[in-house]
């Protein structure tokens, strides 16, 4: 079945660093890719939609300077989160629609847990 | 505001039972409905899907029930087993948008 990858799957790092999360599909063209944001004991909750080739689309209340998606084949897109600081620690999923699907299936990764010192 | 909701934050059922999960959701518009199971520490696991044109799905155990006019799906694992303990999510989606999620609930199934 269509794989997604993520990398890394846990990163620590200092407060003021920058953080790269790669979202990559294995076996499929993800024209569309979503980052969700998971706080502990609470749902998860959309980021951005990443499109290949063109701007991220951002939730509201989602800092695009802080959280920068880049979209840049149809197999990879990448979160960065600049200038992290101890509350962006969190579990961060990206998921990637197969547009081939019949069903229109989206596919989850399987997460990278930042936490920033 | 939450277009998906999952009231009950945990259930425990004995091992062989049927275990029952509850979503609701407020948008009419979402057409394709997912149930995920999540252990701690990992991305989410796709379980089930079900699209509005049927009210029932079947995969093994699991079965999920969509009534549109209620707004409400539910998931049913038939028989119950300890490696199902995890917390699941619904989600919903108008197709080929995003998708939006419960908040989950924490299944513990007791030997």
């Known amino acids: 079945g269509a794989v997604v990858s993520q990398h890394p799957s846990r990163v620590i790092c200092k407060s003021g660093t920058s953080v790269k999360i790669e979202c990559r599909s294995l076996?499929?063209?993800?024209?569309?890719m979503f980052w969700y944001r998971q706080f502990p004991k609470q749902s998860l909750m959309l980021m951005a939609t990443s499109n290949e080739g063109s701007k991220a689309t951002y939730e509201q209340g989602v800092e695009k300077d802080k959280f920068l998606i880049n979209h840049a084949s149809l197999t990879l897109s990448t979160l960065t989160v600049t200038s992290a600081h101890p509350e962006d620690s969190s579990f961060y999923i990206c998921s990637a629609r197969d547009p081939g699907s019949f069903t229109d299936t989206q596919y989850f990764g399987p997460g990278t847990r930042l936490t920033v010192l | 505001d939450q277009q998906v909701k999952q009231n009950s934050p945990s259930l425990s059922v004995q091992e062989g039972r049927i275990s029952i999960l509850n979503c609701d959701y407020t948008n009419s518009m979402f057409d394709y409905f997912l149930w995920y199971k999540k252990y701690p520490a990992e991305g989410p696991t796709f379980l089930i899907s079900i699209s509005s044109i049927k009210d029932k799905n079947e995969d093994g155990r699991f079965t999920v029930f969509l009534n549109k006019s209620a707004k409400h799906l539910s998931l049913h694992i038939v028989p119950s087993q300890p490696g199902d303990s995890a917390v699941y999510f619904c989600a919903a989606s108008a197709t080929g948008n995003q998708f939006y999620f419960g908040t989950g609930t924490s299944l513990t199934v007791i030997p």
């Open positions: 076996d499929f063209q993800a024209t569309t």
